[in-house]
């Protein structure tokens, strides 16, 4: 049926799937958590707390051991900002799901994270092997972006697809 190497390959990658299948049932989550508790940053807080507590009780099921603090501390400033960074996207998610839709929000979240990997990869930053922008890659952000059109103004010009109902 599929070798052990197909496997190996398809197993990652149907996980990436799956963590992209549960996006948009995270961003409304957070935003009806927040219009519940008055705010969507209650959403945003109330999201990361829950996922703190699955994360410890990950750590102490699977016995994970200490962390390395010291290795941690010695590292370049960057290894810090991803938390910093997950919080305003659960935040804008909480904010912003309510306005623009699911895939209004998540196309446009992946738009900005292909356009901004293609400039990361391209000057090879935070320790990534570079990776030049040639036409293909240019080609692919500008077919992201007319995707995130269509998907969003459904056939609209292209100043209102990305407009917020009610004018706000």
Request: glycine share 14%; aromatic share 6%.
């Amino acid at each position: 049926m599929f070798s052990k190497a197909a496997l190996l390959a398809i197993i990652p990658a149907g996980l990436a799937l799956l963590a992209g299948v549960v996006l948009p049932f995270q961003a409304a989550s957070n935003s009806a958590v927040g219009r519940a508790l008055g705010h969507p940053l209650w959403g945003a807080l109330t999201s990361l707390l829950v996922s703190t507590a699955v994360v410890v009780a990950a750590l102490l099921v699977l016995r994970v051991s200490a962390p390395n603090l010291g290795k941690a501390l010695q590292g370049p400033w960057w290894l810090w900002v991803g938390g910093v960074l997950g919080a305003l996207y659960v935040a804008a998610a909480a904010a912003l799901t309510p306005k623009l839709g699911a895939a209004g929000f998540l196309l446009l979240v992946v738009a900005g994270q292909i356009i901004t990997s293609v400039v990361v990869d391209h000057f090879g930053l935070m320790g990534l092997t570079q990776k030049p922008v040639n036409l293909a890659r240019v080609l692919g952000v500008l077919l992201i972006i007319g995707g995130v059109l269509l998907v969003q103004g459904g056939g609209a010009s292209a100043a209102s697809a990305l407009a917020l109902p009610g004018g706000k």
